[in-house]
């Protein structure tokens, strides 16, 4: 890559980014075509979302760990286009263009900084470099193509846009306006790192990052004495008792100064022992898939171990020492501030703050940014110009080319979660969350299958994942073995137990619906048994029992799982389990009831379509028309295509005797659904009613046409002979 020539500095920069943003559009194009994955669509759903009006009712931007930035994308998102997917993914991918230039920049600006004598060319070849591998590296795809991992693009927009305003302040000419300059960009520092922190809480490190940035590349340059005294001998006492101090405060209150994530890492490794194994996941995983990309997954299957049971653990904190001594006894400085940035840009997610993920890869999207990219393309731009023009010409081609079909594989549920059984086949999640995307398009069968396995998978699951010696033990829990040691408490380890129960009620799920109703009732048992809290299997129970004619036992079920979801996530009730009483409650002709139930889950759940169908049904069913019409009508509004309140708003104008309306209704209908016998049926009757016999003949000639069924074609035929 031949970066000299002909050209001003201005246009060879211009073409740099030209470049770099071309490619990073081409190699995610086909992440645009993507759907909603895995967590993405009740990010996008949440109700504090669903507009801009929503979150600013609805959230507080100063709760850094609800993610406020993050969730007013969401809903900026909903309000320009809700729901539509390629809206999100546009703004995904935005964001990551503008990583991309940012890398460009800073590495640019701090090498002005750090010696103004630097040729152009020289100038912008490592920038170039370290920028268009980042741009194209397949690795980033689970943060681009993923939309629920817009919270890592975000935090690392900001986090890059701040050391760039940083590098600003110390960029500016004299002049009388500096002093005044500075306070505003230092303002704008501090706006970045608000930034940063409400988008997702690995921004926690800027601070340091700064001040890295400012000892290795500005204070040497503009504050020499300052650099001198601070990297003097005279010093080392003093950092050593700066150290010591804060491993005491550590020691003395570090459980207490540590930020508790909301899920359960901490319960289910411990402090110590993940951090051991996080030295394994960064050396044999995150190294690893950085430079040989080409088994990524959406799920790892990480294995938990112990430090003693394990000897690569031991051994991945013994390379990561030398990397570290190495890179900052005998490492020019880039060297130093990449390795530097790389391990502390992982502390967040990989230290003494547990989570439930050993290994994630979108971990790693601001570590590789300035940290692993810089060092690789500081790397190459050292090497003879015609080497480096070959071979990182190849490279490049290589890695979009694995980037575009790792971005496919993210196009759909159905192909994601295929690829990860593929890769990881005694993963219970992988087969539960295919056998999921299976059932959500009808195959129930596949979806069987895969929820079959994902609960065989189970025990070897537990055993490797949490690293239990009797992982049968643990899945017996009731048996009242008291003795037992591989017993988990569950209050404890809800998150363990969720996992187990998810398959079991996927499962039920699929045999309620191909109606193997006990054995739909056994799944949502065992559910329950693994995690009483799982107010979901009290909801499916509920169905059971209804399609068993066992009323009041549903009602009970459905009761109780509303008190489960008050008492488990605080919410004021249960729209669904609502709905669920309202329909039987319908059935059973009790429409007053039915209509209580039903009010009180579309309050709750606005956007509930079947709660304004089934309640305005029920107010029909009770004369009430007025309120029968309107809330058909919100139905509708949600969407206009759904059939059943098309249908039911014509006959609700048909029972208020406006015949025109009415029949303007069930020709929409029609247009939805196409030719129906019952449509027809009832615009020749209404036609009968408004004395417009001729279309009530041909309205009924149709209907016959239409197969109706027997009863319904006899009396069409009574009627025809009656008008004829």
């Keep these: 890559m031949n970066l000299s020539g002909p050209f001003s500095p201005l246009k060879r920069q211009a073409g740099c980014l030209l470049i770099l943003v071309f ?72 964001l990551h263009v503008l990583v991309v230039v940012l890398i460009f920049f ?33 690795l980033n795809t689970d943060s681009v193509s993923y939309i629920a991992s817009r919270s890592t693009l975000l935090a690392t927009f900001f986090y890059l846009l701040t050391l760039y305003i940083f590098l600003q302040m110390f960029s500016l000419a004299e002049g009388r306006g500096k002093i005044l300059a500075r306070w505003v960009l230092g303002s704008l520092v501090a706006a970045g790192l608000f930034a940063g922190l409400a988008s997702k809480l690995i921004a926690v490190t800027l601070p340091a990052l700064l001040l890295l940035w400012f000892c290795f590349f500005i204070c040497p340059v ?24 804060l491993a005491a405060l550590a020691l003395w209150r570090g459980s207490q100064l540590l930020y508790s994530p909301k899920d359960q890492g901490l319960e289910l490794f411990g402090r110590m022992p993940y951090f051991w194994v996080q030295a394994k996941v960064i050396v044999f995983h995150y190294l690893n898939l950085f430079f040989a990309p080409i088994n990524l997954s959406v799920d790892s299957g990480f294995p938990f171990s112990g430090f003693f049971a394990d000897p690569q653990i031991p051994l991945s904190i013994l ?70 023009s070959g071979v990182f010409t190849i490279l490049i081609i290589l890695l979009g080319a694995l980037t575009l079909d790792r971005n496919r594989v993210w196009t759909d549920e159905l192909h994601l979660w295929q690829d990860a059984v593929r890769k990881n086949p005694h993963s219970p999640r992988t087969h539960n969350n295919l056998g999921k995307a299976y059932y959500e398009q009808g195959f129930l069968d596949q979806a069987l299958v895969h929820f079959q396995k994902s609960n065989e998978n189970i025990p070897r699951h537990i055993a490797v994942q949490y690293n239990l010696k009797d992982p049968a033990a643990f899945l017996v829990r009731k048996t009242g073995n008291a003795n037992n040691s591989e017993m988990v408490d569950p209050q404890k380890n809800l998150k363990i137990y969720a996992d ?58 459905l009761h109780l799982a509303i008190d489960k979801r008050k008492a488990a996530t605080g919410e004021a009730d249960y729209s669904l389990a609502r709905l669920n009483l309202g329909e039987i409650y319908g059935r059973a002709g009790q429409f007053a009831k039915a209509v209580r139930e039903l009010k009180i889950a579309v309050h709750h759940d606005p956007s509930l379509v079947l709660g304004h ?55 929409r209908f029609l247009k939805v659904k196409g030719p129906d016998a019952g449509a027809f049926y009832q615009i020749g009757w209404n036609h009968v009613q408004a004395g417009s016999f001729e279309e009530a003949r041909r309205h009924l000639k149709q209907a016959l046409r239409s197969n109706p069924p027997p009863k319904q074609a006899e009396e069409i035929s009574r009627l025809l002979q009656e008008l004829s």
Aim: hydrophobic share 45%; charged share 15%.
């Design 222 to 245: 503009q504050f020499p004495r300052l650099a001198a005294l601070a990297f003097s001998k005279k010093m080392r006492p003093a950092y050593a008792g700066i150290f010591i101090l």
């Design 500 to 557: 187990l129960a998810e398959p079991h009620y996927n499962l039920a799920s699929v045999y309620l619906d191909k109606g193997d109703l006990q054995l739909a009732k056994q799944e949502y048992q065992t559910a329950l048994s693994l995690n009483p809290n799982y107010f979901s299997a009290l909801l499916g129970i509920g169905s059971v029992y209804t399609r068993l004619g066992q009323n009041e036992k549903a009602i009970e079920s």
């Design 613 to 667: 169908y089934n309640l305005g049904v029920a107010y029909l069913m009770t004369g009430k028309l007025e309120q029968a019409e309107q809330t058909l009508q919100r139905c509708l509004t949600l969407n206009d295509r759904f059939e059943p309140a098309l249908f039911n708003l014509a006959r609700v104008y048909q029972a208020k005797k406006e015949w025109e309306k009415s029949n303007l209704q069930f020709e």
């Design 23 to 94: 490619l990073s559009l081409v190699v995610y194009s086909n992440s645009l075509k993507g759907s909603f994955q895995f967590d993405d669509q009740n990010l996008v759903d949440a109700k504090w979302v669903l507009s801009l009006d929503a979150f600013n009712q609805q959230v507080q931007i100063r709760q850094f760990e609800n993610r406020p930035i993050l969730l007013w994308t969401f809903a900026l998102n909903n309000t320009l286009h809700k729901g539509q997917v390629f809206g999100f993914h546009l703004l995904n991918l935005l």
């Design 106 to 138: 800073i590495l640019q600006k701090t090498q002005t900084i750090r010696c103004r004598s630097v040729a152009g060319e020289t100038r912008l070849v490592f920038p170039f470099l370290a920028a268009l591998l980042f741009a194209v590296h397949p």
């Design 319 to 388: 390379l990561i020492a030398a990397i570290l001594i190495f890179s900052l006894k005998f490492g020019n400085l880039w060297i130093k501030a990449g390795v530097l940035w790389f391990f502390l840009t992982l502390a967040p997610t990989s230290s003494l703050v547990p989570l439930n993920d050993l290994a994630v890869e979108h971990r790693m999207y601001l570590p590789m940014s300035l940290g692993l990219c810089l060092i690789a393309g500081y790397g190459s731009s050292r090497l003879p110009k015609v080497w480096r």
